[in-house]
């Protein structure tokens, strides 16, 4: 069920920027059972809503793994984002006019804290599960990092601790596209869109790798005119995709959000970070991810206190953890069930 929350006292940000009133939109799906154990938090990467029935419909919904029948599942749509949270679009009362370029875009330690007043409004004191791939994982990591009593679980999926110099590069690359894009410093709500399209193609580099290309977009004519060619229309629909159901100054400022991870920051240095989380963690990997490569979950593993890490092999990128469903599913179960029985032995002792 898919509902709104509003927060009518001030909200400071990691930049200083002060908001009157935040509002967060929200999707849940089963009900708190009365022991208030039952909670499964989950987080969503740039571009996907609160209704993670939608977009990971292989792991959330009846007699699925996350069954509303048995779990309470809440999902957060990022401030920033069109799905209905505060965004570029709503009212700013300085102006009496959307936000559009002036947002006060929201780091993911932003976004998490303005979740804490929603868990509240909830009822919510734990939450058994917390799960996130990409920028989903992201904020997960930084509330398991701000509250480390609060959850029971967590699974960080093809995440990072702090988002490195080539993804810094890639989101940028991204933005020069929306700058250059005549209308972008207009104020509508199409401004920047054909600017976006390139971005997503962009994205998409990112997103997949050579053997998914080389999978889904075979070339299979050598005729001279190369717009024949499946992975250059592949590319153009992907972006024409996206400008349906999303808009620039959204995209742009949430890969700013991105940017700025660092669990580190104001806190010495990021393993020092880590190092606060009490949850226990699995951190999983995707074998083939260029984006978010194995290397950044295997240092989260090494500093989250007795986290386990496990890598799934997928040719399809970073976004295998959208897609590899099946094997994350059989890799927590495994988790699961081993940590079930590593506390019934400590108990027995």
């Known amino acids: 069920m898919s509902k709104t929350f509003t927060y009518n006292k001030a909200f400071k940000l990691e930049s200083g920027a002060v908001l009157n009133r935040l509002h967060l939109a929200y999707t849940t799906h089963g009900k708190l059972n009365a022991a208030k154990d039952n909670v499964v938090w989950i987080f969503h990467a740039l571009t996907a809503n609160s209704d993670p029935a939608e977009w990971w419909g292989g792991l959330v919904g009846n007699d699925k793994f996350f069954d509303p029948k ?33 947002f006060p875009w929201f780091t993911t330690r932003d976004m998490v804290r303005a979740y804490q007043h929603l868990k509240n409004y909830l009822g919510i004191e734990k939450i058994h599960i917390g799960i996130g791939g990409s920028m989903g994982g992201q904020q997960l990591l930084e509330w398991a990092i701000e509250e480390p009593k609060l959850f029971e679980y967590i699974f960080p999926i093809a995440t990072n601790a702090f988002h490195s110099a080539w993804g810094v590069a890639f989101n940028a690359s991204q933005r020069f596209a929306i700058e250059n894009d005549a209308t972008w410093k207009e104020q509508h709500v199409d401004a920047g869109l054909e600017g976006m399209k390139t971005a997503r193609s962009i994205a998409l580099l990112s997103y997949r790798s050579y053997d998914t290309y080389k999978l889904t977009q075979k070339i299979t004519s050598d005729n001279l005119n190369s717009a024949e060619r499946g992975s250059e229309s592949y590319q153009q629909y992907q972006g024409e995709k996206l400008a349906k159901r999303f808009n620039a100054f959204s995209y742009y400022f949430l890969s700013k959000g991105m940017d700025n991870h660092n669990v580190g920051r104001g806190r010495e240095n990021a393993v020092k970070a880590l190092e606060q989380i009490r949850a226990k963690a699995l951190v999983i990997a995707i074998s083939s991810d260029l984006l978010f490569p194995p290397s950044e979950q295997e240092f989260l593993a090494a500093h989250i206190p007795h986290a386990e890490y496990r890598a799934i092999h997928s040719p399809y990128g970073h976004d295998g953890f959208l897609l590899e469903y099946e094997q994350i599913e059989e890799t927590i179960k495994t988790f699961l069930y081993n940590t079930i029985q590593e506390n019934l032995l400590v108990t027995v002792k």
């Open 70 to 102: 048995k779990y309470f599942i809440v999902c957060v749509n990022m401030p920033g984002s069109c799905y209905g949270s505060l965004s570029p679009f709503d009212f700013n009362p300085k102006t009496n006019n959307s936000w559009y370029h002036n």
